[in-house]
């Protein structure tokens, strides 16, 4: 797992950590490390971070490959872990091996149902939600070459970069 953590030099700078999930293709990780770069984030996996630590950073992101409609138990796990966050803001990403053209902010929002929930739960205040295809090649779709090749693609990323920009000025107010 790459660290991007960029130096701003701004003392006013949020502490920020994204920490993600990401198996076969690397899908989720290209997100990830896009958001750390805009954000000058750590990037860890749920395995190399301790719940506690957590309270160290005001911005934390959390993101998985979507796995039968919902994150990757790691994930789900260290948020059931967490301790109690009065407040701390935080985002969620995903990538999915569904259709492109089948999903949409609602599609999106359904799998994040259950991570968000937790993180409520804990007290995390969700300032933002991001989600985009990644290619699959689960099952029977690897004969075929797989679903969503060459995704996330350029524009994702483009696009995830404008998301984590915009998560940054909300984390700011």
């Known amino acids: 797992m790459e660290n991007n953590k960029i130096e701003t030099g701004n003392p006013q700078a949020l502490r920020s950590l994204v920490v993600v999930f990401s198996y076969h293709h690397n899908n989720t990780e290209k997100i990830a490390n896009t958001c750390a770069n805009v954000l000058g984030a750590e990037v860890k996996t749920p395995q190399q971070v301790r719940p506690e630590e957590i ?101 994702d990323l483009l696009n995830a970069e404008a998301f984590a920009r915009d998560i940054l000025e909300k984390a700011r107010v």
């Open 55 to 155: 309270a160290e950073y005001d911005l934390v992101g959390f993101g998985s490959g979507i796995y039968s409609a919902t994150f990757d138990a790691s994930i789900l796990d260290l948020a059931d872990r967490l301790p109690h966050a009065a407040g701390k803001k935080a985002f969620i990403f995903s990538t999915y091996g569904a259709p492109a053209f089948v999903a949409n902010r609602e599609f999106v929002g359904n799998n994040h149902a259950q991570i968000r929930d937790k993180l409520k739960a804990k007290g995390y205040t969700v300032i933002g939600e991001f989600g985009c295809a990644g290619w699959n090649t689960n099952s029977f779709l690897r004969f075929f070459g797989g679903l969503n090749k060459g995704r996330p693609d350029a524009g």
